[in-house]
């Protein structure tokens, strides 16, 4: 295991996965999702609330921003749990692509009144885990996988 | 009605003041509701909006962006927000994205109406 340090996909067996319809009333759903498996997993409730945050970013980015209100459009959130070492989150979607790079860093310590928005979700998101990690047109391999999608990684370690 | 957050509004006849209190989790799911009632006040003329954050358990990105907006708006009309009472998840995430410096945060809403008072009466 130590030797893949992306999520061990020989592993899928343990872990949870939810499958919802990319849309703003499903958001709640998959924070909770998640937040649970985390609390069981032994997650203090301050880093539960931002693992939370994190999934939260995460999604709605992937509703409004990769989907931007295409119909049809599914989010499939996986959590896989290392006991006593980690957490692993991925969301794959299969909406449009985007650069991370390309996306105005949110800086906290900017003169306030040219404090600009963009990026705040995703500097959230940084914040809240100890890696996050973006892939795109990743290729399918197993059957129950798009032909190619994009993948999201949040790790947070206990 | 959404119940994962609910808006309780209160201004005293022709009071360029407005109290807001938001209960639940503002993030993008529910953050129209509070767009809706700022549009409200602007129509309405108020230059204060004294926001109770007390019993409001989670705010995420698309919140903080509408009152980094709502800021800014309400500062050209010569007013400002007045956000009280975060709580502690609330506040960590202001801290987090820096707004603890940026925006007028109050102990408790009876300061934070004291503070919106004196800027409608001097302005």
């Known amino acids: 295991m130590s030797s893949r340090p992306s999520i061990p996909s020989d592993n899928q067996g343990n872990d949870a996965v939810l499958t919802v319809p990319a849309s703003l009333d499903h958001l709640r759903l998959v924070t909770n999702f998640v937040a649970q498996i985390a609390s069981r997993a032994g997650f203090a409730p301050e880093q539960v609330h931002r693992i939370e945050l994190a999934v939260d970013e995460a999604c709605a980015n992937i509703i409004l921003h990769a989907y931007a209100g295409q119909a049809g459009g599914k989010i499939t959130t996986r959590v896989h749990v290392q006991p006593g070492h980690r957490l692993v989150i991925t969301f794959i979607d299969t909406g449009k692509t985007f650069d991370p790079d390309e996306v105005p860093q949110h800086d906290p310590h900017v003169d306030l009144d040219n404090l600009k928005v963009g990026g705040l979700g995703i500097f959230l998101m940084r914040q809240a885990m100890d890696d996050v990690r973006y892939e795109f047109n990743v290729a399918g391999s197993r059957p129950d996988e798009p032909a190619t999608f994009n993948r999201l990684t949040l790790v947070k370690h206990l | ?123």
Do not use: W
């Open chain 2, 1 to 123: 009605m959404n119940a994962l957050l609910t808006i309780t509004s209160e201004r005293a006849d022709d009071s360029p003041i407005t109290l807001l209190q938001l209960a639940g989790r503002l993030d993008a799911s529910t953050v129209g509701q509070l767009e809706h009632a700022l549009a409200d006040a602007h129509a309405a003329g108020v230059r204060a909006a004294v926001i109770d954050l007390s019993r409001l358990t989670y705010v995420s990105s698309s919140g903080l962006r509408v009152l980094l907006s709502e800021r800014s708006a309400i500062r050209k009309r010569g007013g400002d927000l007045f956000l009280c009472a975060l709580s502690l998840s609330v506040r960590e995430v202001f801290d987090m994205v820096g707004f603890s410096a940026i925006f007028s945060l109050f102990d408790s809403v009876e300061v934070g109406m004291e503070a919106a008072s004196i800027l409608t009466k001097t302005r």
